[in-house]
């Protein structure tokens, strides 16, 4: 069974940094494309960016415009995890932060975590 359990929300100023985690099991990592969403009330789920499988060419990151520069994605394949790193925090980075994953390198993501609050003040 995959789970994926997400960590290192919270509340902060305009500015600072945060690093999310997200710790999955009952998969195997290092094939699965890993993804981060988030999600405010009313508004749909919004891509963040992905870190693709290991290759022998390394994991190709993506990110969406709105974050491109600020956060960075990584993962750690021996500890299956995979981590957003997010710097000069803004208030419309406010939401709710999902990781997911997908065993195809392309198409849905197939199993999602419960999610982490992220609440930067102005």
């Known amino acids: 069974q995959v789970q994926l359990v997400e960590s290192g929300g919270g509340l902060v100023q305009a500015g600072a940094s945060l690093r999310l985690s997200c710790a999955a099991s009952g998969l195997t990592f290092s094939r699965n494309d890993m993804g981060w969403f988030r999600q405010t009330p009313g508004k749909d789920r919004e891509f963040v960016g992905s870190i693709a499988r290991v290759t022998w060419s390394g994991s190709s990151t993506f990110y969406a415009d709105s974050v491109k520069g600020r956060f960075t994605i990584s993962r750690v394949n021996a500890n299956n995890t995979v981590y957003l790193q997010m710097v000069n925090l803004k208030p419309e980075d406010t939401a709710r932060y999902y990781c997911?994953?997908?065993?195809?390198?392309?198409?849905?993501?197939?199993?999602w975590g419960q999610g982490t609050q992220v609440t930067v003040s102005s």
């Open positions: 997911a994953t997908r065993g195809a390198s392309s198409g849905p993501y197939d199993y």
